[in-house]
């Protein structure tokens, strides 16, 4: 069927279509890939040294002859691998995308094989590195941002997770940076995503979120920006924090019932862990009295200490903005309920 060439920008709404296959080695690609990329090394992390040292010490026809004698006995595997990504409702449509870091030999000589088999490849010109640049790009866009703030406790996540029900465009950075933004926000989650990956995940949200709602601004929670071991790229950075910022406001009873029915049940080795993590900033005693509440099963003085220490911490941050009467407004709700108060925000926004 052929081997195309394909530019970044013709790869982006084709990577929505059709497979991508990441054919560098297995150590490039768990540091960071391109959002749903499949890992088909053609040299895992000891063959591509291997080849590389021979390339630099030899000759390049020596690395090529190196990388044919490892890519011959991978073939017949590597075929079958590609035709057990194919979309099941549509099998004979046997088409890929395959990279490597620069768009060199590595995805040449993968491309070289499906076709020869019966593919149709497209081969992204400058590979990853080319992806990455275009990722890096997105962030200088000057996105149309609606910033849901308010205190620890109101709700933020589940007020967007019920936005987007309602066909409102957001974008969830703790579910990208798979971290829920406090000391307290990684237990239970797995591992987070390297940064380059989160941005990888964040640039593709980002530009498919816009694309399907170009007339309306895209909600996202006020965060920090750092999100656990992730940051939020400076560009982007300075675009979210000139935007409107609708803070709901709960009262702090409503607030506190909330965490402990949300943070109540977690493993309270690992919350006596967290609480010591913000020891400096919460202070000896008040870390003693929570670890003790917590011991002795009192959830509620527990996460009492707590929302005092964030409320204070997201207070200051609030204070140290600029234009913050310009971009603030304040909706006053008296309960956490998440259908409730995406509605109330649709309509007053939109009012």
Known sequence: ??????????????????????????????????PNAY?????????????GTIYKQKSREEAIKKGLEIFGPKMKEMIDFAEGI?????PNNKTVIVHCWRGGMRSAGIAWLFDLYGFKVYTLIGGYKAFRNWVLGVFKIKFNFTILGGYTGSGKTIILQELRRLNEPIVDLEGIA????????????????????FENKLAIELVQISA???????WIEDESQRIGNVSIPHQLWETIRSSRINFVNISFEER???????????????????????QKKLGGLEMKTAIEY????????CFSILLKYYDKLYKKSLENREQLKTLLQNFNLEIVDAKQNAEILINRTNG
């Open 1 to 34: 069927m052929g081997v195309e060439k394909i530019t970044i920008e013709k790869f982006i709404p084709l990577s929505k279509e059709f497979p991508i296959i990441d054919v560098r080695s297995e150590g490039e690609y768990n540091h960071a890939h391109i």
């Open 86 to 90: 194919i979309p099941k409702d549509n």
């Open 39 to 51: 890992s088909l090394p053609l040299f895992n992390n000891e063959e591509r040294k291997i080849v």
């Open 178 to 197: 798979g971290h829920k933004g406090s000391a307290f926000g990684r237990i239970g989650l797995p591992m987070q995503p390297s940064t380059e990956l």
């Open 212 to 218: 399907l709602y170009p007339n309306k601004p895209i």
């Open 256 to 278: 506190l019932n909330y965490l402990v029915d949300t943070y109540g049940k977690l493993d309270k080795i690992e919350l006596e862990e967290a609480i010591k993590r913000i």
């Open 294 to 301: 917590l011991k002795n099963n009192d959830m509620h003085g």
